[in-house]
Each structure stands twice: as C-alpha cells, then as structure tokens.
C-alpha cells in the first residue's frame, strides 16, 4: 500500500504562474487580470444561480457532475462507489484527495489548486493527509451568504454568463433572476439538439409532445416543427437570448439529394426507424432553417463539433450520458462544413458563427475555414472557438491560439469560456489569460514582437473582454 508522507506543502501557484518574463507579467497583471469575464457558454444551472444556492459541501459543488474529475479516479483504479456511487460525500472527497497527487502534468492539478487558492484562500497542495482540514475548512466557508451561487460568480468578476437550455424551457428562473439586483447578467443559450435527432421515433414523439406544449404549436408535420422552434426563438430572444448551441459529430451537406424532411418526418412519427442518411439529412435541412433564424435575430451560432461520445455501452447503461466515456473522434469535417456554412452565405444568411474542434488535427481546418466566410460585415463574423473540453487546456489553447494568429487574426478572437457545471470552474479564464500574455510576452521577449506594452495590452484586453462584448451584443440592464 502506498502511504503518503506526511507534509504540508506550500502551493507552487504564485502571483506570477506560468508567466515566464517580464513582459508576461506585465501583460496579465495590467491589462488581463482585472478584466470582467463574459463566460458565453456553460452548463450552470439556471435555477441554482437563481435561487442563490448555498450548497452543503464541497463534494456537492466540485465533484458532483465533474467528468473530468471522475476519469482520473477510475484509471487510478477507484471504485465507482465514491464517484457516481453510494458513498457519503466524505467519502468522495477523501477519494478525490488522494488522487490529486497522481494528476501531476494533467489540467485537473492546476484547476484544483487554482481553484483551492482562489475561493477559499488555501495554499496548500490537496492529498490525502490534509483532506480532512481542507474539507472542514472549504465546508465552514461554502455555508455562507459569501459563498452562495450568486456571490461566487460576483467574486470572479462575471459580468455576463449564458447558461444551455432547451428550447422546451420555460426559462422562469432567467426571468426572476433577472429581477434579482445581482452584480451580472444572465441569458438562456439555446439548445436545439433534440429537435433534429429522430434516431428514436418514440423519444422523439416524447420530445415533440413538449416543444408543442411550450410553443402552443400542435406539431403534426414538418412545418409545424419550425413554426414551433421559430416560437421559441422569439420567446427566447425576449428574455435576452442572443446565442444557439449545437453539440454535433460533424456538420452535414447534401448537395443534390431526393430525400425529403418532410416525408422523413412523417414516416418518424408514423413510428418508422429512419435511416443513416434520412438521419443526416434532416439535420442538414433543419439546421439550415435554424440557422436562418438566427441570423434573421442577430444571434450567434457556436457548433460543438467532433465528440465520439458514450462509447462504453456498459457504463453508459448503468450511468448514462456525460459521465465521463467520451473522446477525440476523428470524423471529416472540411468538406461538410464548408457547404453547410456556403449554403448559407449564399443568401447572405450565414449568421455569426463559432466552430469548435474537438480534434487538435482539425485546428488549421477550422481556423482557415473560418476566414472562407468573414466577408467585412462584422469583426470576427466566423470565430475559430477556444480549446474545447480535452484540448482547454495549456497545450491545446497554445495551439489553437497559435494555429488562429498563423491563419487569421488572433486580434479579434472572442476569448475562453468554461463550458463547465461547476461554480468553482472560473478561475479557468485566469488560466487561460495567463497562457495568452505568456504567448505574447515570449514573442516580446524574442523580439517576434516589439515591445510595445501597451498596443499588445490593448490586443490581450480585448480577446478577454471587449471583442466578446462588442461581438454579442447581450442586452443591457
């Protein structure tokens, strides 16, 4: 049995952590770090930050739903019992505790003890002999008004966070939030997945029964089914929704084809299993028509592309989705992708967009397409999107990074987002502001870029803030 030593060891996160000189210093500490954030994409939830929860523990608010967190566990051979199981919140955390030790060189070592330092004020490094002290500590803090929902996004410096929500929504909780009083702003993005994915008619009938309830629509054939998600748009757009979300293998294109989506509606709902291409193609169609949509609102479109996703049938079975057996796909985006986006530019309906990879071998696709389709109208109308999921972290956003200023404009790049469940997940945005000024202060360093702090201030303030406020144009209070 491994026994750790006993110890307790002063964190390595200094003020200055992973800035490698003096310009990098320079670059966060007067122009990044202060910056509000606009976190434009998470998986919050709206009730929560609503009702200001003040949660139990700090198993409840970092563990709980945290997939990133839970496939570390198991390949340290941890029983699932103190992951998703019966254990008692204690339990967990003791668990967590002794796994943070083995995560050196992995993201989730520098999230934990960012995370750590930043809410609770602890500068220790977490394990298994401290545990105890730290979940005493965390807990004592976490059950005060200091610590609840709302006050843990003001103490970030949020400004504006878009929570994920489906278009069967009632949104009331955006509604009374936004009567609350509180510091920042919260918007309902929209989530249409569920509306094309006809894979199972009888789930999707379910669906369908929903989006009719909410719209007020009776959906009885394809035309009903837009009417009723051009409803929700609108009901969406009053309560200040300005962004859609897609979560998508790839995106699809048919050029010339005799499939109809209104007949393949109709064979669905008649019960039909429908096939591998009626499947894609009524995707195509319907996300075209949701496209137009968006643009006919101004809104932006983000497209999540590239998850291989619930490939373990057995664990998917016992836990279900978004528990932590996804990965890197290696599907063909560039062809696709590129007629899906031309048909709507065609008629100048190709709203602004954000592509996100989830292979790291489809950067320089994604970064050139993206500039395919910027036509003046708007700075930075097609955004190559930050690191996503594996790759939000220090290499994968160095890359992306590197990838959009060789093959567009890093200038006007929109920043990072969270794309987290967890309220202790924003110091991810100090993350990665840290990585930005390193980037730029080694080229000032190198002399790759002259050393003119404030023009290069001037660019790292707006990718972390004002080009994603300019860019989405959220109502004011």
Same mark, same amino acid.
């Given at each position: 049995?491994?026994?750790?030593?006993?110890?307790?060891?002063?964190?390595?996160?200094?003020?200055?952590?992973?800035?490698?000189?003096?310009?990098?210093?320079?670059?966060?500490?007067?122009?990044?770090?202060?910056?509000?954030?606009?976190?434009?994409?998470?998986?919050?939830?709206?009730?929560?930050?609503?009702?200001?929860?003040?949660?139990?523990?700090?198993?409840?608010?970092?563990?709980?739903?945290?997939?990133?967190?839970?496939?570390?566990?198991?390949?340290?051979?941890?029983?699932?019992?103190?992951?998703?199981?019966?254990?008692?919140?204690?339990?967990?955390?003791?668990?967590?505790?002794?796994?943070?030790?083995?995560?050196?060189?992995?993201?989730?070592?520098?999230?934990?003890?960012?995370?750590?330092?930043?809410?609770?004020?602890?500068?220790?490094?977490?394990?298994?002999?401290?545990?105890?002290?730290?979940?005493?500590?965390?807990?004592?803090?976490?059950?005060?008004?200091? %610590?609840?929902?709302? /006050? =843990?996004?003001?103490?970030?410096?949020?400004?504006? &966070?878009?929570?994920?929500?489906? !278009? +069967? @929504?009632?949104?009331?909780?955006?509604?009374?939030?936004?009567?609350?009083?509180?510091?920042?702003?919260?918007?309902?993005?929209?989530?249409?997945?569920?509306?094309?994915?006809?894979?199972?008619?009888?789930?999707?009938?379910?669906?369908?029964?929903?989006?009719?309830?909410?719209?007020?629509?009776?959906?009885?054939?394809?035309?009903?089914?837009?009417?009723?998600?051009?409803?929700?748009?609108?009901?969406?757009?009053?309560?200040?929704?300005?962004?859609?979300?897609?979560?998508?293998?790839?995106?699809?294109? %048919?050029?010339?084809? /005799? =499939?109809?989506?209104?007949?393949?509606?109709?064979? &669905?709902?008649?019960?039909?299993? !429908? +096939? @591998?291409?009626?499947?894609?193609?009524?995707?195509?169609?319907?996300?075209?028509?949701?496209?137009?949509?968006?643009?006919?609102?101004?809104?932006?479109?983000?497209?999540?592309?590239?998850?291989?996703?619930?490939?373990?049938?057995?664990?998917?079975?016992?836990?279900?989705?978004?528990?932590?057996?996804?990965?890197?796909?290696?599907?063909?985006?560039?062809?696709?992708?590129?007629?899906?986006?031309?048909?709507?530019?065609?008629?100048?309906?190709?709203?602004?967009?954000?592509?996100?990879?989830?292979?790291?071998?489809?950067?320089?696709?994604?970064?050139?397409?993206?500039?395919?389709?910027?036509?003046?109208?708007?700075?930075?109308?097609?955004?190559?999107?930050?690191?996503?999921?594996?790759?939000?972290?220090?290499?994968?956003?160095?890359?992306?990074?590197?990838?959009?200023?060789?093959?567009?404009?890093?200038?006007?790049?929109?920043?990072?987002?969270?794309?987290?469940?967890?309220?202790?997940?924003?110091?991810?945005?100090?993350?990665?502001?840290?990585?930005?000024?390193?980037?730029?202060?080694?080229?000032?360093?190198?002399?790759?870029?002259?050393?003119?702090?404030?023009?290069?201030?001037?660019?790292?303030?707006?990718?972390?803030?004002?080009?994603?406020?300019?860019?989405?144009?959220?109502?004011?209070?």
């Amino acid at each position: 049995m491994n026994i750790l030593p006993q110890r307790n060891i002063q964190s390595y996160i200094s003020e200055d952590f992973l800035l490698s000189n003096e310009f990098s210093r320079k670059l966060y500490h007067c122009y990044a770090k202060n910056q509000p954030i606009i976190d434009y994409h998470n998986h919050l939830s709206p009730e929560q930050i609503s009702n200001n929860k003040i949660f139990d523990n700090i198993t409840e608010i970092w563990l709980k739903g945290d997939h990133y967190k839970w496939r570390a566990m198991r390949t340290l051979g941890i029983d699932e019992s103190y992951i998703t199981g019966n254990a008692n919140d204690w339990e967990k955390f003791e668990k967590w505790a002794y796994t943070v030790p083995y995560t050196l060189r992995n993201p989730l070592y520098h999230w934990t003890h960012l995370e750590l330092q930043r809410y609770f004020d602890i500068h220790d490094v977490l394990d298994q002999n401290n545990a105890l002290e730290i979940y005493k500590c965390t807990n004592e803090q976490l059950n005060t008004a200091e %610590f609840s929902t709302q /006050s =843990l996004l003001s103490k970030m410096n949020v400004e504006v &966070v878009c929570t994920t929500d489906d !278009p +069967t @929504d009632s949104l009331e909780y955006h509604r009374d939030f936004r009567n609350s009083g509180s510091s920042f702003q919260m918007f309902p993005a929209f989530r249409p997945d569920k509306s094309y994915t006809i894979d199972s008619p009888d789930d999707y009938r379910i669906y369908l029964n929903k989006l009719s309830e909410a719209s007020g629509i009776s959906i009885q054939n394809y035309d009903d089914l837009l009417s009723a998600l051009l409803n929700r748009i609108g009901f969406f757009h009053e309560k200040g929704g300005r962004i859609s979300d897609h979560g998508l293998e790839n995106l699809y294109y %048919f050029k010339n084809s /005799s =499939l109809d989506a209104h007949r393949i509606f109709k064979s &669905v709902m008649d019960g039909n299993i !429908p +096939t @591998d291409e009626e499947v894609s193609f009524f995707k195509f169609k319907t996300l075209q028509e949701l496209c137009k949509m968006y643009h006919a609102k101004g809104w932006t479109q983000q497209f999540h592309l590239g998850a291989l996703r619930n490939n373990n049938s057995r664990m998917f079975s016992k836990l279900g989705a978004d528990t932590g057996f996804d990965s890197i796909g290696d599907f063909r985006q560039a062809a696709s992708l590129s007629g899906f986006l031309n048909e709507l530019d065609k008629t100048d309906q190709l709203a602004k967009t954000i592509l996100y990879n989830l292979n790291p071998g489809d950067n320089e696709v994604m970064a050139t397409m993206t500039g395919n389709f910027n036509d003046g109208s708007i700075k930075g109308k097609i955004q190559f999107g930050s690191g996503w999921w594996f790759l939000d972290q220090k290499d994968g956003m160095e890359a992306q990074m590197n990838t959009l200023s060789n093959m567009g404009l890093i200038s006007c790049f929109v920043g990072m987002l969270t794309d987290s469940r967890s309220f202790l997940s924003f110091p991810r945005h100090e993350y990665f502001r840290r990585i930005l000024c390193d980037l730029f202060g080694k080229d000032m360093q190198n002399g790759e870029l002259p050393q003119d702090e404030k023009w290069i201030g001037k660019i790292i303030q707006d990718i972390c803030y004002y080009n994603a406020k300019d860019y989405f144009q959220f109502p004011h209070k």
